[in-house]
Nanobody
Framework: QVQLVESGGGSVQAGGSLRLSCVAS????????MGWFRQAPGKEREGVAS???????????YYADSVKGRFTISQDNAKNTVYLQMNSLKPEDTAMYYC????????????????????WGQGTQVTVSS
């Protein structure tokens, strides 16, 4: 069973940057969808960004409207790692951030749906102060 481990969270002031990392315990073969989600207290888990990938090839990336132009999802296939670069952070970005993997098939239009993903990391906290 593949395990996902996130890191990189922390506390920053508004306008700052953080880079989250998600390391998979082993290489994930075949077409898959890796995503970042976040959940703030009292709110539902929401999709932030996803990457549609296979063997190091990137087929597509997806972003929530609220983070477009500020966040970038990327991967390092050799390190089994997916990143989320977060720039121009806002207080409303404060949440627990989770990495997730959908092990079969592309992301597609359902990339935002948590039920699509088979595996989840434990989360890393991001706090943005004004």
């Amino acid at each position: 069973q593949v395990q996902l481990v996130e890191s990189g969270g922390g506390s920053v002031q508004a306008g700052g940057s953080l880079r989250l990392s998600c390391v998979a315990s082993r290489y994930i073969y075949g077409r898959n969808c890796m995503g970042w989600f976040r959940q703030a207290p009292g709110k539902e888990r929401e999709g932030v960004a996803s990457i549609d990938t296979s063997g190091g090839n990137i087929y597509a990336t997806y972003y929530a409207d609220s983070v477009k132009g500020r966040f970038t999802i990327s991967q390092d296939n050799a390190k089994n790692t997916v990143y989320l670069q977060m720039n121009s952070l806002k207080p409303e970005d404060t949440a627990m951030y989770y990495c997730a993997a959908a092990l079969s098939g592309p992301c597609g239009y359902t990339w935002k749906e948590p039920a699509k993903y088979n595996l989840w990391g434990q989360g890393t906290q991001v706090t943005v102060s004004s």
